[in-house]
């Protein structure tokens, strides 16, 4: 994973002995324990999605990793959790290590780290002052906080850092902070559930192999503001038959909450206007940008590359700016920037639908990135 130049790394190495079913080493997710690794110059550096590292044919495996006391980041003094399968371990990697194999490691606990205040990137030139002085110059400063900066705090380019809540408010504009908000994970208050969707655990089932024919979807209940919308999950579409998919849509922020689309090729979502990434299964696995209206679903754009999206789970990550929805699989980017009309306002959700064939079709581990700061 490409870091900003000049920050501390690791190379991770290891052996994997555990493997599937056919016989194919189990893939390792790494991740760092605290949500976010931020420096004042690059923003954030890494955060908690999780890495995921596929050994070869012999188990063996690589890769490089923010170093857990990189200089000038915060927090400091972290650590990372490793999984496979059912497994996990926490491990710490300071720079001083430079290649390590994980079997040299002694586990270490789970620890979110030492958060430190930090000096920002410089600001711009002060005002002139009287002739033969010199000109002011202040640097971008990061204020401690208790709860969010009051409104005569700071100047333009001053961060906020409000440690309880891990909050990092930022930059301040000319005459304001910005204010900090996040969506919350579709397991928690604020979304609707329809058709077959339900929660189990941390688990969001669009559809479960037993439903049968049909849709499940989640919709947020306040319209959002799609530009600059990032977004990252987890979906697994296992456990039967293959079909039909999913989809993560940016809908007209009139459609109810309470919207169900029809099931099969429909994947939940036709019925209603939108936008939105379709992973589906009922061709073999390919990825979609469409869009819907009251009767049909358009292909915008589909991706030629190679993927596998069943049964293994996949990581998703999807990101709508300046009029671009861009889109990662597992990493690799299957969408840049395709040009399609969201609604500046959109309501935000998840559809998914069993056809003829069926799957348990699951979302877990979203997480969206915050507007007006970073949460740590």
Known sequence: MPFPPGVETVTLTGHQHL?????????VRIRPVPTRVVSPVHGVVVDNTPVVVRPDAAGQWSRELIATDAEGCTPTGWTYRVETGDDALFISLPAALGTVDIAELTPAGMDGGEYVLVPGPPGPPGEQGEPGAPAA???GVTH???GAPGAGLGIAG?????VGARR???PRGASAWPAFSVIPSPIEAGWTRNGFAALAGSDLYLTHVADGFGAGSSWYGEPQV?????????????GGTGADGVCFALADPATLTSFVGGGGGELGLTGCSSVAVALDTGAGSRARVVTTDADSMDTVATYGGALTLRPAPVLVRVRYAAGGLSAWVDGVQVFNAVAVAAPANARV??????????????????AFVPRGGILL
């Open 19 to 27: 493997a599937d079913g056919d016989g194919n080493p189990l893939a």
């Open 137 to 139: 110059i202040r640097a």
């Open 144 to 146: 401690p906080t208790d």
């Open 158 to 162: 001053d961060w906020a850092l409000d």
């Open 168 to 170: 990092l408010y930022g």
């Open 226 to 238: 799609s530009d600059g919308l990032d977004v990252s999950f987890e979906v697994e579409m296992s």
């Open 349 to 366: 959700g998840w559809t998914g639908s069993n056809g003829g064939l069926v799957d348990d079709h699951i979302v877990r581990a979203a």
